[in-house]
T-cell receptor, first 116, second 109 residues
Framework: GAVVSQHPSWVICKSGTSVKIECRSL??????MFWYRQFPKQSLMLMAT?????????EQGVEKDKFLINHASLTLSTLTVTSAHPEDSSFYIC????????????FGPGTRLTVL | GQNIDQPTEMTATEGAIVQINCTYQ??????LFWYQQHAGEAPTFLSY??LDGLEEKGRFSSFLSRSKGYSYLLLKELQMKDSASYLC??????????WGAGTKLIIKP
């Protein structure tokens, strides 16, 4: 099956620093990639949807200037948490699909971010 | 608004059968997904239903009734490793996944 990787798998940083998370589709071309955030004991919350070569579409309430998304190629999307604060500590998960229409989303393993 | 409802938590016994229900109200419908998520891990795909009826895949089956806005995931011959959260998600008219809060399934020996 399709494989999506994420790097790093976990990161601890100081408040005020920026953190970049990479999401790669390893054996398929991802037309669309999604970024989710999940707080403990809560469901997935979609942050943004990105299509290769175009600007990401952010969900209501998600600050686009704080969560920078770049989908530079069909196999790579990055999420940069700028000036991270403790309340940004969460489990960040990316997923990818091969088509913009209905289809299975393949999830990366997630990145656990802890901001001190 | 769009809404996905599923029970917060369920408990079942190893070897038994459990049914996890999901009801939905969405703007449009392009299929319903079930995902399994173990604690601290990303979700993994279990099933996809777009037509009414039952889809069977090994120990897991998923049922859909579009007219009732209802689905269930049936797990047979429960194993301890089935302890996880089960997420119901509906693809709406924009092909965006609307996620339920998940059902935490606890398996007891």
């Amino acid at each position: 099956g399709a494989v999506v990787s994420q790097h790093p798998s976990w990161v601890i940083c100081k408040s005020g620093t920026s953190v970049k998370i990479e999401c790669r589709s390893l054996d398929f071309q991802a037309t669309t990639m999604f970024w989710y955030r999940q707080f403990p004991k809560q469901s997935l919350m979609l942050m943004a949807t990105s299509n290769e070569g175009s600007k990401a579409t952010y969900e209501q309430g998600v600050e686009k200037d704080k969560f920078l998304i770049n989908h530079a190629s069909l196999t790579l999307s990055t999420l940069t948490v700028t000036s991270a604060h403790p309340e940004d500590s969460s489990f960040y998960i990316c997923s990818a699909t091969e088509a913009s229409e209905v289809g299975e989303q393949f999830f990366g393993p997630g990145t656990r971010l802890t901001v001190l | 608004g769009q809404n996905i409802d599923q029970p917060t938590e369920m408990t079942a016994t190893e070897g038994a059968i459990v049914q996890i229900n999901c009801t939905y109200q969405t703007s449009g419908f392009n299929g319903l997904f079930w995902y399994q998520q173990h604690a601290g891990e990303a979700p993994t795909f279990l099933s996809y239903n777009v037509l009414d009826g039952l889809e069977e895949k090994g120990r897991f089956s998923s049922f859909l009734s579009r007219s009732k806005g209802y689905s269930y995931l049936l797990l047979k011959e429960l194993q301890m490793k089935d302890s996880a959260s089960y997420l119901c998600a509906v693809s709406d008219s924009n092909y965006q996944l609307i996620w339920g809060a998940g059902t935490k399934l606890i398996i007891k020996p």
